[in-house]
């Protein structure tokens, strides 16, 4: 995970996003093969090549793209079981070619930057597109629906389906979003995915990146020690818990997690 780490730490790391992405596949299939899909990246990569010109086009660039990604090979969005982890998971999207909209577009980025392509991710409210802009050209390019180019109306209406943002009063949204800031949100829907799933070892390695990569935001000690406390490892529940408390002192749940800390408090004092 060092590599994964030094994303989350620093905005302005070398690593690249597929190493990142797939260090973090590793909590969901741990010993993953990462050479195997760099593999297949690059292959999908050397395909796309081989059907543009090196004077091609941004717009022949996301036809290449799209006929192999979403014609050729049948990637699509799994909208059947959104929340399956393995659609967060590079590894698994690149062999089952199935996904969710943010691992889908890393796919895309990845084949872009492999050919100096500009290509980058744009987080939107509830949803993840990228974009492909140069000096003569801008498009924004939605990979969880078959690549389908968006205009500006398109997505005003997404962001607001979505998120319930109104573009035209927040054009920040349409910033593009660094590789840090893609972790961060991969770590943050698969948090939600193993929490739903009662997968607490995996939603736990997860917190963990979590705070090494915002250590100063308290919602995720509180998640993480609940997850200690319902594991009984009170000691870093308490630490969690105590944690959360300092950071957010107002917190409208600090009565309940006071309530936590002082039965932890009774365990202690019932082993003496």
Request: charged residues 25%.
């Amino acid at each position: 995970m060092l590599r994964l780490l030094d994303v989350l730490r620093d905005d302005r790391s070398t690593v690249t996003l597929d190493v990142a992405a797939l260090e973090l596949a590793s909590i969901e299939f741990p010993g993953l093969d990462m050479e195997a899909s760099n593999f297949r990246l690059d292959n999908l990569a050397e395909q796309v090549d081989s059907q543009i010109s090196l004077s091609a086009s941004g717009l022949d660039f996301i036809s290449a793209c799209n006929e192999l990604l979403f014609d050729v090979l049948q990637f699509r969005g799994n909208e059947e079981d959104y929340y399956d982890p393995r659609n967060s998971c590079l590894n698994s999207v690149l062999m089952r070619r199935l996904g969710i909209p943010i691992t889908l577009s890393i796919v895309y980025m990845e084949i872009a930057r492999r050919l100096a392509r500009p290509v980058h991710g744009i987080g939107l409210p509830g949803h993840f597109i990228v974009v492909y802009q140069d000096s003569e050209a801008r498009y924004w390019v939605d990979p969880f629906n078959r690549g389908r180019i968006l205009s500006f109306t398109d997505l005003c209406t997404l962001a607001k389906e979505t998120g319930g943002v109104d573009l035209r009063a927040n054009p920040a949204v349409l910033a593009p979003v660094n590789n840090r800031q893609i972790m961060v949100r991969m770590l943050s829907n698969l948090k939600a995915i193993y929490l739903r799933g009662e997968a607490f070892d995996k939603a736990r390695q997860v917190l963990d990146l979590l705070i090494d990569a915002m250590p100063e935001y308290a919602e995720e000690y509180r998640h993480r020690g609940l997850i200690h406390l319902r594991q009984l490892n009170h000691r870093a529940a308490k630490s969690d818990l105590e944690m959360y408390l300092r950071l957010e002192p107002d917190a409208p749940e600090r009565d309940q997690v006071e309530k936590q800390l002082l039965l932890i408090e009774r365990w202690k004092a019932g082993l003496n």
